[in-house]
């Protein structure tokens, strides 16, 4: 028997960072999924493969995750110790991962990878609700990355447009806006934990000013979200461009960024890093009239794709 489960990458179209402080952020699914697959094995093992590599361990010693070797493979293995103990199984495990999500670049593939792990696992014993997924997710996740906020994870699991926020979680945003992005990769790789800490140090260190910036960075979510309900692209685009440059305030863009940044906002309604920075992706908000030209100039310098709303979240096959 095999289980099988996908889950979507995401974009932060607002207040990625923040969001780790407590502030709301705004975020979407995006139509590039991870799909799962697990399958008993008669071997007492847990192996997981991905276009990244491949890693197993004996079921004996599931309980010391700390010896896996590729540290983003631990939320696996950490996923399917908690299946076989809650299920009192004897089985070893096989998890396939295939994805379509560039790793790596903020558009959230080590949450879609979570959930749809949680997923697929346990699925072979008993199908979990998609609340049951998110949390077992994030806490899969958070064994690699303490400070992650749930932003990812939630948004993949709901799919759609969302707020976000550590107080109230995942708030679906009542609208079907057919909003279009193109997702530029700077092909600067980053590790979010280290943005993250990053980040945290900035913060120590510039308390008063954080505080401020977290002030305006409220107002443009506040702003975002009007602007999202009335389909008004034009000061979407605007508060993407003030958003990015608090990012950059933050320390979290680079010159490949800014660049990129520069170049979009000729032609599209606005753009932004999307997720932790430190290079990663940016996001530029276009239609159908501005698109083309967008693309045309972007493409010179990086490599672009489109992307739209998923509004499927987690599904099972
Ligand atoms: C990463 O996609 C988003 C961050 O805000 C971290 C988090 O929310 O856990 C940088």
């Given at each position: 028997?095999?289980?099988?489960?996908?889950?979507?990458?995401?974009?932060?179209?607002?207040?990625?960072?923040?969001?780790?402080y407590g502030i709301k952020a705004i975020l979407c699914s995006i139509d590039k999924r991870i799909t799962a697959t697990s399958q008993f094995l008669d071997e007492k093992i847990v192996r997981v493969s991905s276009s990244l590599?491949?890693?197993?361990?004996?079921?004996?010693?599931l309980n010391n995750l700390e010896k896996i070797p590729q540290k983003f493979m631990k939320p696996f293995f950490y996923v399917a110790q908690k299946a076989i103990e809650e299920n009192s199984s004897e089985h070893g495990i096989e998890i396939?991962?295939?994805?379509?999500?560039?790793a790596g670049v903020g558009l959230g593939s080590s949450s879609a990878a979570c959930v749809a792990v949680t997923a697929s696992v346990n699925g072979l014993f008993n199908k979990l609700s998609k609340e049951e997924v998110v949390?077992?997710?994030?806490?899969?996740?958070?064994?690699?990355?303490e400070q992650n906020s749930g932003a990812d994870s939630s948004v993949s699991t709901f799919g759609g447009l969302m707020s976000y926020d550590l107080k109230n979680g995942f708030q679906d945003i009542p609208s079907r806006n057919n909003l279009n992005f193109i997702i530029s990769n700077s092909a600067q790789i980053h590790d979010t934990q280290d943005i993250v800490r990053q980040v945290r140090n900035f913060k120590e260190k510039n308390e008063d000013m954080f505080r401020k910036l977290c002030k305006q960075e409220i107002e443009?979510?506040?702003?975002?979200?009007?602007?999202?309900?009335?389909?008004?692209?034009?000061?979407?685009?605007?508060?993407?461009?003030?958003?990015?440059d608090l990012l950059k305030q933050i320390g979290i863009s680079t010159e490949?960024?800014?660049?990129?940044?520069?170049e979009a906002k000729k032609t599209a309604y606005g753009a932004k890093i999307t997720g932790a920075g430190g290079g990663g992706c940016i996001i530029s908000l276009v239609d159908n009239s501005n698109m083309g030209d967008t693309l045309d100039n972007l493409r010179k310098i990086s490599d672009c794709f489109l992307?739209?709303?998923d509004y499927n979240g987690l599904t099972y096959r």
């Amino acid at each position: 028997m095999k289980s099988v489960a996908s889950a979507p990458g995401k974009i932060i179209l607002f207040g990625e960072h923040f969001v780790v402080y407590g502030i709301k952020a705004i975020l979407c699914s995006i139509d590039k999924r991870i799909t799962a697959t697990s399958q008993f094995l008669d071997e007492k093992i847990v192996r997981v493969s991905s276009s990244l590599g491949e890693s197993e361990m004996d079921l004996n010693s599931l309980n010391n995750l700390e010896k896996i070797p590729q540290k983003f493979m631990k939320p696996f293995f950490y996923v399917a110790q908690k299946a076989i103990e809650e299920n009192s199984s004897e089985h070893g495990i096989e998890i396939i991962l295939e994805s379509q999500i560039p790793a790596g670049v903020g558009l959230g593939s080590s949450s879609a990878a979570c959930v749809a792990v949680t997923a697929s696992v346990n699925g072979l014993f008993n199908k979990l609700s998609k609340e049951e997924v998110v949390k077992r997710a994030i806490q899969a996740e958070r064994t690699i990355f303490e400070q992650n906020s749930g932003a990812d994870s939630s948004v993949s699991t709901f799919g759609g447009l969302m707020s976000y926020d550590l107080k109230n979680g995942f708030q679906d945003i009542p609208s079907r806006n057919n909003l279009n992005f193109i997702i530029s990769n700077s092909a600067q790789i980053h590790d979010t934990q280290d943005i993250v800490r990053q980040v945290r140090n900035f913060k120590e260190k510039n308390e008063d000013m954080f505080r401020k910036l977290c002030k305006q960075e409220i107002e443009i979510v506040k702003n975002a979200t009007t602007a999202l309900k009335d389909n008004n692209l034009n000061e979407l685009g605007s508060l993407m461009l003030k958003n990015q440059d608090l990012l950059k305030q933050i320390g979290i863009s680079t010159e490949k960024i800014d660049l990129l940044v520069r170049e979009a906002k000729k032609t599209a309604y606005g753009a932004k890093i999307t997720g932790a920075g430190g290079g990663g992706c940016i996001i530029s908000l276009v239609d159908n009239s501005n698109m083309g030209d967008t693309l045309d100039n972007l493409r010179k310098i990086s490599d672009c794709f489109l992307a739209k709303i998923d509004y499927n979240g987690l599904t099972y096959r």
